[in-house]
């Protein structure tokens, strides 16, 4: 044997890491299943050509002067039918032709429907006769990075990272307590931190397939941009990997059964799932919690691989996340070595 | 490197001839339950020593406390010198252990998890010999979740002994193994016995206890019973040879008119199944002409229930050459010192009652009989 192989931290790693490929399930989840989840998302929302927004008006001449308009597709309704097809969400807005004008049914709290509004007056209006007053010119513009594909890899991949490194940890420690291999683990010379940094490292390596496969399909498929310097995009992913390794640690350190360690873990990523903008932008929370959701290590995570795939922006300008994902990776790692359950 | 320098000194002190392990006043306590109750004990070097008792008595919390992976609420232990509170570390890497449930991870080979584990000593035994040695050579390449029961064993014996250790801990070894495993095993622990290996092992077999161990401990609630090698403790009860039968009067019999002499010493009758259990016994065989003899004219009684009738234990204490009696679902133990002078004569003895044999065996006494001696218990029951 060599120098390497009766290293017991070398040791620990090699079976964590061949325990994990001899599970397909995992290869599914950790390989698998965020690229369906991105070709899924992709196709639903790829970019299409602007919508035609539906109307409806009550008189032929409204009718006609409607669908003038290149984005507005314009049927001729009664009242009746008309509110009918609005209330069923058929058309987003009604014109009605009053003797003194025109009156506009539709709902303002709907995007479509304002819009809609704003085509139709113009079209009414223009067939009324009136002419602008500036000459004006559009130059339509598809930039790559602005796109949701663009938006939503970065926020799978962290997504992804921290799903993997808790349900890995998660699950093999406390099956590990179950059957008493953690208790035959103490029982030998065997280093205990090093048991626990071996869970790290593995996840470690795995990380690098992870990443490097879940990016490579989200360029050559989506042309998703990488426009900061990719070791610091690595460096951010491994950041993230050792942080939810050490929430699992800590999440499974003392939980006794199978039951009790998923609870626990539903209870840690769920919050993250739904407030750190995985899938929408977490801006969109009141001010109230921004400060909550700020410090929650999926949200910086995905910060700051946003920061750098999109924005290009360098490292030391994402220091708040590294900060905020450093404490969330030392806390948890050290008091998980404290408070863990060997027996 | 003054705590290595340090380490040496205590360990060469250790050399010089400390008990491979010493226990005094041992307690520990479990909510209200008192597993360990004082126990105290030395075991030599070189020495195959067991704790022996039904479940529950305390000897996995005994020797768990010996392993340093549960603490004592009172008391003293020495391994090697050593104790656990100051140097735990050097213990581990000298000590073997095999705990009683662990299992390996299913997905992972025989070589990985005792490569895995050979890692964690500073010296030991290379991986391909202990496989050797653990005759798990065609397992090899195997997964651990392929393996049998016994093999399973094996492998956990492997690993507790990749570090060459002075003193190997195994916690019931072959409980949940059929006879041939349990028996491969036996042969494992004699070949690491005649290497001159300390070993401590707890079991609730008595037969295996016999098989193995120089020397015994008997725990019952906490405490260590009887202590000696196995023929010093089945001599500590008196009779080394032990006779079992079961008496009935058949129905026919009491309608008959000699069944009037039957009446005297019957204190109660009990209708039991009878067990028919075969004796593999050569003495025993060596009676059954006799009782085909006795019993042939009365239509078979092995396969028929039988009335089994109680004896006034008096009666056979006074048998010359018994030593003790004792009853259990109505089939009486007697302990006699020698067979061939008390046979005959408890035999004229249950003629004179007028008592006729339904079941009659005999063994030499064993480790089982003393565990019932001392507690009034089998040791199965449990």
Redesign the interface.
Known sequence: ?NKL????L???TM?RF??VL??PEAIFWIFVFPILLAVGLGIAFRNRPADVLPVGATTTQLAQALAADHGLKAMQVDEAQGAHALAVGDILLLAVARPDGVEYRYDDTNPDARNARLLADRAVQIAAGRHDAVAAQNELVHEVGSRYIDFVVPGLLGMNLMGSAMWGLGFAIVD?RQ???L??M?????PKWQYLAAFLLSRLVLLVIEVVVFLGFARLVFGVPFRGPLWQLGVVCVLTSLVFSALGLLVASRARTMEGVSGLMNLVMLPMWILSGVFFSASRFPNVVQPFVKALPLTAAIDAMRGNMLQGIALPHLAAQVAILLAWFFVPFVVSLRIFRW? | MDSVSNLESVTSAARAGAPSLRIRGLKKAFADVLAVDGVDLEVERGECFGLLGPNGAGKTTTIEIC???TEPDEGVVELLGLRWQTDA?EL??RIG?Q???????D??TVE?AV???????RHGI??DEIIRTAQLEEKRKARVGGLSGGQKQRLAMA?ALV?DPELLFLDEPTTGLDPQARRHLWDLVDELKRAGRTIILTTHYMDEAERLCDRVAIMDHGRVIALGTPQELIASIGGEEIVEFAVGAAKDLRLSATAEDVCPPILSTEKSRQDGAPSEDSFSSALAPERTRKDGARSGLGDSETTRVAIDPAVLKGIPGVQSHRVDAGVHQLSVSELHTAVPRIFAALEELGLHLSEFRTHSATLEDVFVRLTGRNLRDE
């Open positions: 044997m192989e009766l290293s017991s070398y040791q620990l079976v061949k325990l001899r599970e590990g059957k008493k291999l208790k035959r103490v029982a030998s010379p065997m027996r | 392993e340093g992976l570390k581990r890497q252990i705990l009683q449930e662990s299992q390996f991870p997905k992972l990985e490569r895995l584990f050979r890692s964690f000593y290379a991986v690993t570090g």
